[in-house]
């Protein structure tokens, strides 16, 4: 028997042709163990309350007791309970698998980078996101002046093709002051805060603690204790970005509206409105401020204990070494 790399029962919303908008898995299963995964055959697609029954007692023969709970509550959801299996990490080929992915970064269980998302975007339907829950874009009128007539207004928070993380799952330890901003999909370590002017786009995140006051764009990772700071950008790789996926080491601090377009290495700053993309020139200073050499920023990449700063007097990017930093102290004395 092979594991399985995730397994999720969920609610599915549908539009009027039963085409499902979305999936909410309350307990996503990650690198399902042959123990579990020995229960699940033949349990896969729509769910009735019998199947349900008897997939909760399955589950707490199995010792799943957790599972069986979920199993014996969604019987209250027949008809839009659904069973997802992920046989091996292959790109999602449903709506349906596509949630499950999406959740398994955001309940961390798995993270981001480690399952295959190719293809994400032409699966997911673009829906209105509403107080009323996910609304195909073709029936909101309808369901818009429904609301009208009987006195209320129907709520339309976003129009995407991904919804907010916090109306799935809001993992244990952080805090966002403005939920909107963090897409499902989205990984925040324990001790993240996201500020209002920060966000999370899915398929990245913080391996927390941090403070989140800038943007971390699809695919970025950010080490553990840094600091994004207020309206900072992070490159991703979506669109235009080429394929360098951008990361943020341990400890650092992107200044405001600085920006990152290299992998940066653990304890480094770039000064605020900086923005450092691979190609940027730099002068690297030894300990007395003289230029050692000039080199383009992607060479630079990963290295620890870095400063970035725009002369204020010359324009040009500079680079120094912080105190503690003893492996670019090493090259730059190498250099003399
Ligand atoms: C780059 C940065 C880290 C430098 O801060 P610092 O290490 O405290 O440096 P200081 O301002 O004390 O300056 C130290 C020296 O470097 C010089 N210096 C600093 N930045 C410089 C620049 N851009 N160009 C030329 N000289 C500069 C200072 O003039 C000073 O020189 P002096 O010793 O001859 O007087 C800081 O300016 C910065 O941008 N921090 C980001 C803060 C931030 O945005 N946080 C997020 C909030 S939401």
């Not at 309970?81 to 292959?90: G, H, I, W």
């Not at 699966?123 to 002046?145: F, I």
Request: net charge negative.
């Amino acid at each position: 028997m092979t594991s399985l790399h995730g397994f999720g029962l969920g609610i599915v919303s549908e539009n009027a042709q039963g085409a499902v908008l979305d999936t909410f898995y309350p307990q996503p299963v990650a690198h399902v163990s042959d123990a579990l995964s020995s229960v699940l055959p033949g349990v896969s697609g729509r769910l009735d309350a019998a199947e349900l029954s008897q997939l909760s007692k399955a589950l707490e023969a199995a010792g799943d007791s957790a599972g069986a709970g979920l199993a014996r509550q969604l019987v209250a959801a027949e008809g839009k309970v659904v069973a997802t299996s992920l046989a091996d990490n292959a790109p999602p080929s449903s709506v349906e698998e596509a949630y499950l992915k999406l959740h398994l970064i955001s309940h961390r269980r798995v993270k981001p980078h480690e399952t295959d998302l190719t293809g994400l975007f032409g699966l997911l339907p673009n829906v209105a996101w509403t107080d009323q829950g996910p609304v195909d874009l073709e029936e909101l009128p309808q369901r818009q002046l429904d609301a009208r007539l009987k006195g209320s207004v129907l709520e339309v928070s976003s129009v995407d093709k991904f919804p907010k993380m916090t109306n799935y799952v809001v993992p244990a330890g952080v805090r966002i002051a403005h939920t909107a901003r963090v897409r499902l999909g989205a990984y925040l370590g324990e001790g993240t805060t996201v500020m209002h002017e920060g966000f999370i786009n899915f398929n990245a995140g913080t391996a927390g603690p941090g403070m989140i006051e800038g943007r971390i764009s699809a695919g970025v990772w950010v080490g553990e204790g840094s600091d994004l700071g207020g309206g900072c950008s992070t490159m991703g790789t979506l669109s235009g970005g080429g394929d360098i996926v951008i990361s943020v080491g341990k400890e650092c601090l992107i200044g405001a509206n600085a920006g990152l377009g290299i992998p940066l290495g653990d304890r480094c700053t770039i000064e605020a409105g900086l923005f450092v993309t691979a190609g940027t020139k730099v002068n690297v200073l030894d300990d007395g401020g003289n230029t050692i050499e000039t080199v383009s920023a992607r060479t630079l990449a990963g290295r620890p204990d870095l400063l970035f700063r725009r002369h204020s007097s010359t324009g040009a990017v500079q680079c120094l070494t912080n105190k503690s930093a003893i492996e670019l102290n090493e090259m730059l004395h190498a250099n003399n």
